[in-house]
């Protein structure tokens, strides 16, 4: 059973389209994340909701809008999508201790965009 | 500005042999995480290590941290080709977890 699950693992799309990545937790966990990994592997948070409340949103351009329907999901919503959004894009889950406990992270989404 | 930085940036060992990779970090933390990716895959959770530990222990991994120094090391021993990866340390300093560069390991059977 898979704890943290996205989807698409794989996004093509054009410039100037709206799309949307899934992703599910089963762990039971409050928190979850999404994270962004460049080219050079970087890892960058970019929005984190506890019990479906909105706890860290960083310096990312508004086209972003994350949507927790409830604890077990976090969808990312991109409008007009730009060629710097490709990426691979990471959701992550964790136990009540935000910080402190364990992130579990799903297998990504690479999204290209041409 | 970005909380932890790695080094080396790449590591390339032969099996059998031991890989030890440092992080460093700017400001204070509750914690310090390593984690690891495997090539197209999501981040595994290795190992935490808290800012009262000085050194843990999990199997083949040893962790240290020196909050003095603001670093820490994880030393994978007796180094297996399935141990090639990517290894990010990971600080949580009360508000978010914030990740290195990440070091890639190769593992030369």
């Known amino acids: 059973d898979t704890a943290v699950s996205q989807t698409p693992k794989y996004l093509v799309t054009q410039m100037g389209n709206d799309k949307s990545i899934k992703c599910e937790q089963n762990?039971?966990?409050?928190?979850m994340y999404w994270y962004k990994q460049d080219s050079k592997k970087f890892l960058k948070i970019m929005f984190s909701?506890?019990?479906?409340?909105?706890?860290i949103n960083e310096t990312v351009p508004n086209r972003f809008s994350p949507k927790s329907p409830d604890k077990a999901h976090l969808n990312l919503h991109i409008n007009s999508l730009e060629l710097g959004d490709s990426a691979v894009y990471f959701c992550?889950?964790?136990?009540?201790?935000?910080?402190?406990?364990?992130?579990?992270f799903g297998p990504g989404t690479r999204l290209t965009v041409l | 500005s970005q909380q932890g930085e790695e080094d080396p940036q790449a590591l390339s060992i032969q099996e059998g042999e031991n890989a030890t990779m440092n992080c460093s970090y700017k400001?204070?933390?509750?914690?310090l995480q390593w984690y690891r990716q495997n090539s197209g895959r999501g981040l595994v959770h290795l190992i935490l290590?808290?800012?009262?530990?000085r050194e843990k222990h999990s199997g083949r991994l040893r962790v240290t941290l020196d909050t003095s120094k603001k670093s820490s090391s994880l030393l994978i021993t007796a180094s297996r080709a399935a141990d090639t990866a990517s290894y990010f340390c990971?600080?949580?300093?009360?508000?978010?977890?914030?990740f290195g560069e990440g070091t890639q390991l190769t593992v030369n059977p």
């Open positions: 400001t204070s933390i509750n914690n």
């Open positions: 909701y506890n019990n479906k409340e909105l706890i």
């Open positions: 290590i808290r800012s009262n530990e």
């Open positions: 990971a600080t949580d300093s009360g508000s978010r977890l914030t």
């Open positions: 762990l039971g966990h409050d928190t």
């Open positions: 992550a889950s964790s136990g009540p201790n935000a910080w402190t406990d364990t992130q579990y």
